[in-house]
Nanobody, 116 residues
Framework: GQLVESGGGLVQAGGSLRLSCAASRSTLSITFLGWYRQAPGKQRELVAT????????NYADFVKGRFTIFRDNAKSAMYLQMNSLKPEDTAVYYC??????????WGQGTQVTVSS
Protein backbone atom coordinates (compact mmCIF):
# COMPACT_ATOMS: atom_id res chain seq x y z
CA GLY A 1 0.00 0.00 0.00
CA GLN A 2 0.85 3.63 -0.18
CA LEU A 3 0.70 4.14 3.58
CA VAL A 4 2.19 1.98 6.33
CA GLU A 5 1.08 2.47 9.92
CA SER A 6 2.78 1.44 13.14
CA GLY A 7 2.79 2.22 16.83
CA GLY A 8 -0.45 0.73 18.08
CA GLY A 9 -0.65 -1.59 21.05
CA LEU A 10 -2.04 -2.22 24.49
CA VAL A 11 -1.68 0.48 27.13
CA GLN A 12 -3.23 1.24 30.50
CA ALA A 13 -5.55 4.18 30.96
CA GLY A 14 -3.54 7.36 31.37
CA GLY A 15 -0.72 6.04 29.24
CA SER A 16 0.65 7.23 25.92
CA LEU A 17 1.25 5.91 22.43
CA ARG A 18 2.63 7.43 19.26
CA LEU A 19 1.23 6.27 15.94
CA SER A 20 3.24 6.62 12.76
CA CYS A 21 2.08 6.71 9.15
CA ALA A 22 4.83 6.42 6.56
CA ALA A 23 4.42 7.02 2.87
CA SER A 24 5.95 4.42 0.62
CA ARG A 25 6.65 7.16 -1.88
CA SER A 26 7.87 10.72 -1.66
CA THR A 27 5.54 13.32 -0.21
CA LEU A 28 5.79 15.05 -3.54
CA SER A 29 3.00 12.71 -4.61
CA ILE A 30 1.24 12.12 -1.27
CA THR A 31 -0.46 14.71 0.91
CA PHE A 32 -1.21 13.58 4.45
CA LEU A 33 -4.72 14.51 5.52
CA GLY A 34 -5.25 13.14 9.02
CA TRP A 35 -6.12 10.33 11.38
CA TYR A 36 -9.41 8.50 11.83
CA ARG A 37 -10.52 5.69 14.10
CA GLN A 38 -13.14 2.98 14.15
CA ALA A 39 -14.33 1.22 17.26
CA PRO A 40 -16.16 -2.13 17.12
CA GLY A 41 -19.74 -1.67 15.97
CA LYS A 42 -19.22 2.02 15.23
CA GLN A 43 -18.59 4.09 12.15
CA ARG A 44 -15.16 5.45 11.31
CA GLU A 45 -14.73 8.90 12.83
CA LEU A 46 -12.36 11.80 12.38
CA VAL A 47 -9.69 12.21 15.04
CA ALA A 48 -7.42 14.95 13.71
CA THR A 49 -6.46 16.69 10.48
CA UNK A 50 -3.36 18.56 9.36
CA UNK A 51 -2.54 20.79 6.42
CA UNK A 52 0.23 19.98 3.96
CA UNK A 53 2.55 22.50 5.57
CA UNK A 54 1.67 21.26 9.01
CA UNK A 55 0.79 24.78 10.00
CA UNK A 56 -2.86 24.13 10.72
CA UNK A 57 -4.40 21.29 12.70
CA ASN A 58 -7.87 20.40 13.85
CA TYR A 59 -9.05 17.90 16.44
CA ALA A 60 -12.24 16.16 17.38
CA ASP A 61 -13.55 17.44 20.69
CA PHE A 62 -13.01 14.09 22.37
CA VAL A 63 -9.22 14.23 21.83
CA LYS A 64 -8.51 17.95 22.23
CA GLY A 65 -5.76 18.58 24.71
CA ARG A 66 -4.70 14.93 24.71
CA PHE A 67 -3.68 14.10 21.13
CA THR A 68 -1.26 15.93 18.84
CA ILE A 69 -0.98 15.44 15.09
CA PHE A 70 2.23 16.41 13.33
CA ARG A 71 4.22 15.56 10.25
CA ASP A 72 7.82 15.24 9.14
CA ASN A 73 8.02 15.85 5.41
CA ALA A 74 11.71 14.96 5.35
CA LYS A 75 10.74 11.47 6.53
CA SER A 76 7.54 11.32 4.47
CA ALA A 77 5.61 10.57 7.64
CA MET A 78 2.74 11.74 9.78
CA TYR A 79 2.29 11.03 13.48
CA LEU A 80 -0.34 11.01 16.17
CA GLN A 81 0.92 11.46 19.72
CA MET A 82 -1.74 10.19 22.11
CA ASN A 83 -1.50 11.07 25.79
CA SER A 84 -3.85 10.52 28.71
CA LEU A 85 -5.45 7.62 26.90
CA LYS A 86 -8.88 6.45 27.97
CA PRO A 87 -10.61 3.09 27.48
CA GLU A 88 -13.00 4.79 25.07
CA ASP A 89 -10.04 5.56 22.81
CA THR A 90 -9.86 1.86 22.02
CA ALA A 91 -10.22 1.48 18.27
CA VAL A 92 -8.42 0.75 15.03
CA TYR A 93 -6.68 3.92 13.93
CA TYR A 94 -6.23 4.77 10.26
CA CYS A 95 -4.21 7.43 8.53
CA UNK A 96 -5.58 9.08 5.42
CA UNK A 97 -3.76 10.80 2.58
CA UNK A 98 -4.29 12.07 -0.95
CA UNK A 99 -2.23 10.39 -3.62
CA UNK A 100 -1.92 12.46 -6.79
CA UNK A 101 -2.37 9.35 -8.91
CA UNK A 102 -4.71 7.17 -6.83
CA UNK A 103 -6.81 9.74 -5.02
CA UNK A 104 -7.67 9.19 -1.34
CA UNK A 105 -5.67 6.35 0.24
CA TRP A 106 -5.78 4.78 3.69
CA GLY A 107 -3.32 2.99 5.88
CA GLN A 108 -3.94 -0.61 6.84
CA GLY A 109 -5.00 0.38 10.36
CA THR A 110 -3.32 -0.16 13.70
CA GLN A 111 -5.09 -1.42 16.82
CA VAL A 112 -5.03 0.70 19.95
CA THR A 113 -6.38 -0.92 23.10
CA VAL A 114 -6.63 1.00 26.36
CA SER A 115 -7.31 -1.01 29.49
CA SER A 116 -8.99 0.45 32.53
Amino acid sequence: GQLVESGGGLVQAGGSLRLSCAASRSTLSITFLGWYRQAPGKQRELVATITNSGGSTNYADFVKGRFTIFRDNAKSAMYLQMNSLKPEDTAVYYCKALDLRLGVVWGQGTQVTVSS
